[in-house]
């Protein structure tokens, strides 16, 4: 028993140490892996996120939203009917394509605004608060909590060349 709390941290260093994590973007799950990386990230933006929007989602805040969409996150999210980058295809964890039916639900816009600024740690997902003023990081979250029902023009942009 007491012995178990001297062999485990060693255990631990030696794999890490030596070679054994698999950190290629093809590798296995590493353990623990989505214990820190889904469930610690899901729990920290839930305590952070802020409730309330700061700007309303008008349809200048969404177009202005899907500008800088178009500019910033194409590569890596896909816009309607594309499908998923070599990048994308290259990353682990892979980013969600927004416009696939299946990821369209309907998430909290606050929470947009928190991962869009912060960016997720270990993973590809950049924060955007050097990038981006406060009011573009909320136009591109309004953006993206109402993408399932856009205008023509914000439509259009997210295509347009
Ligand atoms: C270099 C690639 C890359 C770029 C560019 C990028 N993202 Fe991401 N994004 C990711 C990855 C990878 C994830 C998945 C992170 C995870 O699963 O932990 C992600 C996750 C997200 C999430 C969380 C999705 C969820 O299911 O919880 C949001 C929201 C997001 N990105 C928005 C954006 C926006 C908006 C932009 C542009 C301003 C952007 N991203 C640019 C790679 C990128």
Known sequence: MFIGWIV???VGFLY???GYVPVAVDGPMIPFEELLAGTAVRARIAREAPAKAALAATEEHIVAGAR???ER???CHGIPGSTPTP???GMFPPPPQFFDQKVMGNEPVGQNYWIIANGIRLSGMPGYK???SEQQLWQVS???ANR???SASATAILSAK
């Open 8 to 10: 485990l941290p060693v």
């Open 16 to 18: 890490l140490r030596f």
């Open 68 to 70: 800088i969409y178009r």
């Open 73 to 75: 996150c194409v590569e």
């Open 87 to 89: 990048e994308a295809k």
């Open 130 to 132: 050097a990038a981006l």
């Open 142 to 144: 309004q953006f993206m």
């Open 148 to 150: 399932a029902d856009l």
